[in-house]
């Protein structure tokens, strides 16, 4: 309705082989409003995507199957998933593992370990971020049609 605050979808997928940590995270998220969607591995995360539209991906960069690298590149190339930002996650602190992220179709890299606040803030840039992008180019889709 108009003058209503249009509220952002706050859906992630996040990617992670360890178990443990795969369920502290999405507990740790659901518990701060978002709707974590979780996969242990790149094929998993693959399945997943063919039900469910995260509005973002915490994607570890070092999994068992498909790693993080291939996975972000897959995405990226595809039709539908390509608009979803992914937030790679590393153990790898350096500014070539950044690089590398990047450079696979990462939208943001993030070291661990890392502090849940510092990853809420990156996870919520990067949908918010999407959003605008997505808003801009209706606008200026509506500009050139008119």
Request: glycine letters at 4%; hydrophobic letters at 45%.
């Amino acid at each position: 309705m108009f003058g209503e605050e249009t509220v952002m979808p706050r859906k992630v997928l996040v990617v992670e082989d360890i178990c443990e940590l795969l369920e502290l995270l999405g507990k740790v998220l659901a518990s701060r409003g978002w709707d974590a969607i979780l996969a242990d591995s790149g094929q998993k995360a693959l399945n997943k995507l063919e039900y469910e539209s995260p509005s973002v991906i915490l994607l570890d960069m070092r999994l068992p199957d498909i790693n993080g690298f291939e996975l972000a590149a897959i995405l990226k190339k595809h039709p539908v998933y390509k608009n979803i930002p992914i937030l790679a996650a590393s153990g790898y602190s350096d500014c070539l593992a950044r690089d590398r992220c990047l450079a696979a179709g990462c939208d943001d890299f993030i070291s661990k370990p890392f502090a849940l606040s510092a990853l809420e803030t990156r996870l919520t840039y990067l949908v918010s971020a999407r959003r605008q992008n997505k808003t801009m180019s209706a606008d200026l889709t509506a500009e050139r049609d008119s």
